[in-house]
């Protein structure tokens, strides 16, 4: 009796999967179909099929991590190629993956990207670049917000790449910044400079701005983090030290502004960074890019590469900063007087939550 009542049941089941097999693989594909436009849909590969079908021209985009700059980046790609014709989920299908700040996580998800056939892969921050780059040696790779592609190894020249990658770098002029500090301040004499040591765009920067302290006889004095974790213990060390930090365009930093102007606000020093973002988390004063502009830039040319250009042959675009950026709750807070000739073509941040005290 019992045996025969199992029987029943497991051939019930059965039966029951196999009448409703065709009606639960409909849906799955359906509901595949109406979320082409998701960001979150990694798990399935494009088949040939969905692309000659609606020919939709496939970008894969990795960014680095989530902090202010990056997102205003991420925003004016897409919005850039929108306004060109490429909206997502119409004309473009776009993918995009955030590391999180994880270098591991870079790798992953640079296979996953490039398991969907793209037509061209983006990467926003030196970092992303690098390991789509490493990675991909055909499909073309649209650098967004490189500072230093050179340096990075991801082009021969600016002028002519020579390989599968172009895009937009983000310069900041450093004499200049340095410039300021010694205008603003006249009496320090040590200038600290803090970065990121695994980010070859902030080193680069960070070179620089060591030679241009000298230059200006000031003393520089140097630390590098290898991530956030450690920014604490070292900005104390770092921020005991000078009169004042200078921080290069450097993506760990950016995304921990708040732990560093924590240790430099009782130390009752400025910092100043290299982008506006930075400035409205707490900085000092900086001089910085417009981060949503470069966001547009890399779009156009984005749109060149679909269009046909070679990415050997396409000289990088490179946007200077030129607009100073001033804080003007934290100079008042450290009790630092701003020159006037210096605020007059400035830009007054309005400072966010955790960077306004
Ligand atoms: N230029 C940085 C890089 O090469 C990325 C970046 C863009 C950035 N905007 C920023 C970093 C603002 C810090 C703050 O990786």
């Not at 241009?212 to 921020?239: F, P």
């Not at 949503?292 to 749109?303: P, S």
Request: proline share 4%; net charge negative; aromatic share 4%.
């Amino acid at each position: 009796m019992k045996i025969d009542i199992k029987k029943i049941v497991i051939g019930l089941v059965i039966l029951g999967l196999v009448i409703s097999f065709p009606f639960l693989f409909n849906n799955a594909k359906q509901g595949k179909d109406t979320d082409a436009t998701s960001k979150g849909d990694t798990t399935e590969t494009a088949s040939d099929d969905d692309k000659s079908e609606d020919e939709q021209v496939q970008i894969g985009i990795l960014q680095l991590v989530s902090h202010p700059a990056l997102d205003a980046i991420a925003q004016g790609i897409y919005d850039g190629l929108a306004e060109a014709g490429y909206k997502n989920g119409e004309k473009a299908s776009i993918d995009l993956e955030n590391a999180q700040g994880d270098q591991g996580n870079l790798a992953t998800m640079t296979q996953t990207l490039i398991a969907k056939d793209p037509d061209v892969l983006v990467g926003i921050t030196t970092p992303a670049a690098q390991t789509l780059a490493n990675a991909e040696k055909t499909t073309p790779v649209i650098m967004s917000a490189v500072t230093y592609p050179e340096e990075a190894g991801l082009v021969a020249s600016e002028n002519k790449p020579g390989g599968n990658v172009t895009g937009v770098s983000d310069r900041t002029p450093v004499k200049e910044q340095i410039a300021q500090i010694k205008e603003v301040l006249p009496d320090a004499e040590t200038i600290g400079v803090l970065y990121t040591a695994s980010e070859d765009n902030a080193a680069t920067q960070a070179k620089e701005a060591e030679q241009a302290i000298e230059e200006l006889g000031l003393k520089s004095e140097t630390k590098t983090v290898s991530n956030t974790t450690d920014l604490q213990q070292i900005s104390e060390q770092l921020a005991s030290q000078v009169d004042a930090i200078y921080v290069p365009i450097d993506n760990g930093i950016a995304s921990a502004m708040v732990t560093l102007v924590n240790v430099t606000d009782s130390y009752k020093i400025p910092v100043f960074p290299s982008a506006d973002t930075m400035v409205k988390d707490g900085g000092f004063m900086g001089l910085g890019v417009d981060q949503y502009g470069v966001g547009k830039q890399t779009a156009e040319v984005i749109v060149d590469i679909l269009k046909g250009e070679k990415p050997s042959d396409y000289p990088i675009k490179i946007t200077t900063a030129t607009t100073t950026y001033v804080n003007e709750e934290k100079a008042k807070e450290l009790g630092i007087t701003i020159p006037d000739d210096l605020l007059k073509d400035a830009e007054i941040v309005v400072p966010s939550e955790e960077g306004g005290n």
